[in-house]
């Protein structure tokens, strides 16, 4: 039954069955005994100092159990949330840092800042007991803009930032670019804002905690993109627990975005109050509670240039970013906008110097981490939208600009720290070009003016870079975890096999991807692998899912476990075909004796390992159970070329997506249905970005404006076209499998080629995102007005 | 939610009765903008009056030149009538963009044009087509009806029965929808009748109201191109973070055309 082929194979994912039919679990699905529920209080203001708490009345209240505030916390000993990331500043200063309490202490920062919990026998009892909160409040100024943020005499967020400035750092040689700017035949020039994002995963946020008594210890069910990490997080820096004493459930999880990475206040307080009143508490984020804690995305400033010769070769790229991190710190809000940006930068050229000022600045909103891409997809945007509008100014294809500038010789050492390993962009870029029919775009240009549309093309030619590593560099970088995966493959003694991984999927498709690599390797059917992951008590260790790093990383270190199982296969197999062990091969599920007919399943080699009757006991450990852990040796660079053609409606402004072409490459492809599902997904949030989504505050009052989803406009169905998909396929050359991540391209490529080719139809050279209707509508009427004067 | 206490009238008289009971209740038709507004703690009644076992308050009726329409009649039922689409094709197709499928099939002719929410689509069609709200007390035209943002001239206790549409010789509607609620940022509903033109729009102001001019235009040349030229003020139009009133005021004028031409490819 070896089956080589599942490799590639198309499989069905296994999962869906149990999500499709709701079999599945997730958090707020788990039921305890005796459990109670938990009512966050939140603040109804983006800036104010709490005078009093008054918890008489709430706790008198029907079914309510405790209510606990800051000070409760704080006299409980239980710590502020970390940072994962310390970044350097140009002043060799370290960021500034600001206590982040879970329950407030004495002030609120942002609107949905939380204040108090209120826990009760029933989820509306403790809704209706927080009404019954009094909190006095001395409302403060706030300030929620980016370029609002450092302006003098403003509103400051955290005293020890009196300027909400969070650090100011670079990268790159800025004298070396300011003087090849200064000779440069020509410059681009351009301003962008890469629009706040809400993430919006389908399950919302969600905790269930209970302690007990017999062994001290904790249970914690939470809807984590990464439980081994939550765990560690909240046990060694917040809640001083020991770490063996606390397991970390992330069951069923309904995407994550990044948004469930982070270890959250709520994770925090459920947790320590479970000890408090002895009892499971459990708390289930509201949508509108979502929309005011979930970390958000992106939020930059930006101003970015381009110099380049006369026959359009980049000579050197100049970028400055303010980049908002919200109110406090989230887990890894501090090298998303730095490590994960400017690095990125240099894209799929040979730009030989390039220079990124950022300054990361605090302000009256929801804290601000990673969410799909994480500084890639901002990086993408500048440096393809700089790039599409330099071949514009220049009269130069856009294609051609591109093709002129391509890296080419690979490995490749980018002037922003990255060592690219292997590539090929013209691969990808003639592939798009051929499936999105360039050749063919004047006519069905000609043919959408016939009907008053007008119809543009656009193009994004991005790079990524997946799977932060390695360890040792990371943390030179300021990374306060390690970064690599761990593995355990348990084979039974029937050769069946469960494989325990430190990933996590929330989506992706693990329980099938990693199941085909693990049967293909061992030549074994994949229903005789079962994938555990999601649980510190019954996984060995892991850091979790986040920038398109599990297979590449996770896969990894089970392929090494698998290969561990192999040989120490090899040598029971050496012992009961009376070979020597050298002359052992495995291939196809069998262990045979090189050049005879000699053989025995894997199986059966299993089965040995745990009767040991026949076995070199003298020699050899019984057993078949083998643990990895991987720690990559580069980043991967998953690159691709995306076509996007619209067309516009002038009398109203309405963009539609005509079609959209996408042609990655991901390295190996394991399950190319997968993968596919991958890129809808990351298109569409990449589109919804462009287009739709933009995260909304009142600049006087900090109240967020775009709080549902009346107002908040998500990407559906109907927003998006049947997208044409295809891969091309560069190995990846230092992990076995050649793999390099999916998850994350299209929501990195898509803004970029959505906006490129909005301006080519409009003909204008500034668009802000999300092109709306009435943005669009605006550029045109300003454009006839410039034309007209 | 708050608690609140529940009563299923069992007849037109039975609900104004419960009403005079407690001025605070609320009646319930389909639910669509009350029920979510209790859920979020926006509205807390201490009453429900619910209106859907009451049966005369269901149904479409077809009498020579008019259409009447009960009060509880869902939007899948309007827009799914054969009587609806063969005489007032613009209406049925009206009521078949309303929301999305779950809200077609509980919201209620009745309870949106009682809620005047000024993004609503029936409000275009009521006033566009000229049509009577009859209540338990008394008649009123659409041209009286809609007062202001959530406001009509319904007053305590009064309880809306049913709509009568005169059958128009031609009609069309046509909306920009908001890419997130998917509520008209602007609909135009366009009639041409036996009370001669009439223009309604929705989303653009408080509430739903007519555009004089492009009905003058529409009377002598019932065309596009008659109300294409034709640009309404944006002073005291809605501006909000969708839609400025400026661009309000734009849509207008695009959505009038094309809902002239959707009443001409109508017939």
Redesign the interface.
Known sequence: MGDMNLIGSAVKRREDYRFLTGAGTYTDDVQIDRQSYAYFVRSPHAHATIKRIGKDKALKAPGVLAVFTGEDLAAGKVAGLPCGWLITGVDGQPMKEPAHPPLAQGKVRHVGDQVAVVIAETYLQAK?AAELLEVDYDVLPAVVDVADARKKGGPAVHDIAPDNTCYVWALGDKSAVDKAFASAHHVTRLDFVNNRLVPNAVEPRAALASYNRADDSYTLYVASQNPHVERLLMTAFVLGLPEHKVRVIAPDVGGGFGSKIYLYAEDVVVTWASKQINRPVKWTAER?ESFLSDAHGRDHLTHAELALDKDGKFLAMRVQTTASMGAYLSTFASCIPTILYATLLAGQYTTPLIYCEVTAVFTNTTPVDAYRGAGRPEATYVVERLVETAAREMKLDPAEIRRRNFIRQFPYQTPVALLYDTGNYEATLSAAMDLADVAGFAGRRRQAAERGKLRGLGYAAYIEACGIAPSNVAGSLGARAGLFEAGEVRVHPTGKVTVFTGSHSHGQGHETTFAQVVASRLGIPIDDVDIVHGDTGRVLFGMGTYGSRSLAVGGTAILKAVDKVIAKGKKIAAHLMEAAETDVEFADGVFKVAGTDKQVPFAQVALTAYVPHNYPLDKLEPGLNENAFYDPTNFTFPAGTYVCEVEVDP??G?VEIASFTAVDDFGKIINPMIVAGQVHGGLTQGIGQA??ENC?YDKASGQL??GS??????PRAD?VPSFKLDTKETPCTHNPLGVKGCGEAGAIGAPAAVMNAITDALGVRDLEMPA???RV??ALEQAKMQKAA | MYPFDYQRAASVADAAALLSRNPDAKLLAGGQTLVGAMKLRLAAPPQLVDLGAIADLRGIKADGGTLSIGAMTSHAEVAGSKDVKQRIPALASLASTIGDRMVRNMGTIGGSIANSDPAADYPAGVLGLGATVNTNKRKLAADQFFKGMYETALEPGEIIVSVSFPVPKRAGYAKFKNPASRYAIVGVFVCEGQGGVRVAVTGAGPSAFRVPEMEKALASKFSPDAVAGIKISSSGLNSDIHASSEYRAHLVTVMAKRAVQAALAAG
């Open positions: 209706d509108s009398d109203t309405s287009l739709l909304r404006l775009t989803l009346l107002d908040y406009c998500m927003n709306t209707p009435e509508w605006r």
